[in-house]
């Protein structure tokens, strides 16, 4: 969990660098798949933490980790591409979906 905690600062200190120079609300250096891939870990690990009970979330947050059901939700959206704007998720981004299996 740690590991994706880190990697989403990351993102979120790229996006901020990105949105300083004026290109955009994200950096465009970072691949699609790595940044879906990061904030379904880390939307993944608030959801879980804040669906355990409070006595094992207590003693989780002791070591650092809090789990925000609503952060986490909103991480699972922008990983599936989801906004409220579209009423299909985005997910022709990058590379193509559809591949041929290797036979």
Request: without cysteine.
């Amino acid at each position: 969990m740690q590991m994706y905690r880190q990697l989403g600062k990351y993102i979120e200190q790229m996006d901020a660098d990105a949105q300083a120079r004026g290109e955009g609300p994200e950096d465009k250096s970072i691949d699609v798949h790595f940044r879906s891939g990061v904030y379904l870990g880390v939307g993944m690990s608030h959801i879980i933490i804040s669906l355990m009970p409070a006595r094992l979330a207590t003693l989780i947050e002791l070591f650092g980790y809090k789990g925000n059901r609503h952060l986490g939700l909103a991480l699972l959206q922008k990983a599936g591409g989801w906004t409220k704007e579209a009423s299909e998720p985005a997910v022709t981004q990058g590379a193509p979906l559809e591949r041929e299996m290797p036979r």
